[in-house]
Structures are given as C-alpha cells and as structure tokens.
C-alpha cells in the first residue's frame, strides 16, 4: 500500500445552469490533478443548484456503468484523462419512489469506470432562523446503508452533508476498515459558520480517519447561499487544507504510515464497547 496520497477537496458555486456547473466541475478536477491530487472530491450538487424543486428531476440519471449519462460521462472521462480517482459528491439519481430521486454519491475510479454508489440517508428537513426551509424529504428517497470502496490506499467511507451530524454512520464505516471518508455538502451559510469545522474534526477524531469535505460556496440563487471552506482534517483532527472564499480547490499530502502510528498510540476504536 502506498504511504501517502494526495487528496483534493473542490469548491464550487453551482447554479440552476447544468451546462456550466460540469464544465467548471471539469476544470477544478483538472486543476486538482495538475497540482498532483490522487482522490478528488466534488462537492453536494455540484451538477445542479436551483431554486426549483421541480429540475432535479429533468437532470436524474439511472446511475448504470453500462450505459452512465450526461453528469456521470462528464466527470468519467475527467477521471480517466487524470489517472485519479474523482467521488461525485451529490447528484440526482433516479428511483422507484414516485415523485422521488436519490442523493446519490458516486466513486469513479482512475480508469473512470464506476466504483460504487452511496445514496444519502440523512434527510435535511428543517426551518431555520434565517428565514429559510428545507424539506429534503419530500423529494428525496433516502438511502438505506453505509458505503465503502476499495482504494490503493485503504477503504474508503462516502457520506453527503446533513449524515455529518449523525455519528453512528461514520462508526459504521470506520467498522468496515474507512481510513478515510468523504463529506461533499452544500451546508447553509447558517449552520455552516458555527458547526461545519466542528463536526468535520470532531468525526476525524473519533475515527481517527481523514475527513475530505468538499462543499458548495456563495449564493447561488435568491434564496440559497452557502458557507464554503471545503477543507481535509487528518486523523488528530487538524485542519491540513481549507479553502478560501469562491470556487477554488484545498488540497493536502496525506500521510498513511502517520494514521496507522496514531491507531496504534491511541486505540480507540478497538476499546469501543457497545
């Protein structure tokens, strides 16, 4: 296994133009593999940010390797040119739930075939102070399971956004061998400023895992602005990148052969009791 990686975690302020949402997607995850980024992560609707509730549906695709479409061809040849793994952070997938699509995160390889899809279990349906409401599940079926995949270095956990608040997943996935997991999200500029690094550290600590979290930045639309700081904490729970305001790229060297010296020194997750 390889000791160190070099992840990437992009930022972007996506809108209701699906056009250009991939085409600025294709040129972070380039900008991200020119700098040398191994494992690129996309943020939570990166394809499609609208005021509608009603577009997701004209843009879902059947999330199939034999025949992916428009989002999941865009990005697989990104992955392909660049020899890197790139994770789509979030993006409508079609169900059989009438009236409703999957939150679905989908790891490409370096050879841009699919590795595997996670669809979001945690719903986000809340009021909150700032006058605005979500109501995620009234168009979104949830997921029902926990998702890693193999990479060169290690297992990897997927999550989306609103799941960071619920720990339990992220033990689930530490309990099937994550050494890293990803956090892509579009979090309210509300919640964002008070919990986002927060929750981010303290998921990285309890696991003793790196956290790549790619989030969505800015306003996107009247009604929907978002915090940004798409960062990567290590396994201590450091902050090792974080992105600065508007669409750019946190990148950072993750060293292996330190996480697997912290497990041994701090033993946390084998003393678990439940």
Request: a neutral charge; one cysteine or more.
């Amino acid at each position: 296994m390889p000791s160190t990686l070099i992840a990437a975690a992009v930022q972007m302020t996506s809108t209701a133009d699906v056009a250009r949402n991939l085409a600025r997607a294709r040129d972070l995850v380039r900008h991200a593999a020119a700098r040398g980024a191994n494992l690129i992560v996309l943020p939570e609707n990166f394809a499609l940010m609208s005021p509608s509730e009603e577009a997701k549906f004209a843009v879902a695709e059947t999330i199939d390797p034999a025949r992916p479409g428009a989002i999941v061809s865009a990005l697989a040849e990104e992955a392909a040119r660049a020899g890197a793994w790139v994770v789509l952070g979030g993006m409508p997938e079609k169900s059989d739930a009438p009236g409703r699509v999957h939150n679905a995160c989908v790891a490409l390889g370096p050879d841009g075939n699919l590795r595997a899809v996670y669809r979001k279990i945690h719903l986000f349906d809340v009021h909150i102070p700032d006058g605005a409401t979500y109501h995620e599940s009234k168009t979104i079926a949830a997921g029902e399971r926990p998702v890693v995949v193999e990479t060169p270095w290690g297992r990897l956990g997927l999550s989306v956004c609103y799941d960071v608040r619920f720990p339990e997943l992220y033990r689930a996935l530490a309990a099937q061998g994550a050494r890293f997991v990803v956090v892509p999200a579009a979090f309210t500029l509300h919640t964002g400023r008070d919990h986002w690094h927060v929750l981010l550290r303290a998921r990285a600590i309890e696991n003793l895992a790196f956290v790549i979290a790619a989030a969505q930045y800015g306003r996107h639309d009247e009604k929907r602005v978002t915090f940004g700081h798409s960062l990567i904490a290590d396994p201590w729970g450091t902050v090792l990148a974080d992105c600065a305001d508007g669409e750019g790229v946190a990148i950072a060297e993750l060293d292996l052969a330190r996480q697997d010296r912290l497990r041994r020194e701090l033993p946390a997750l084998d003393h678990r009791r439940m």
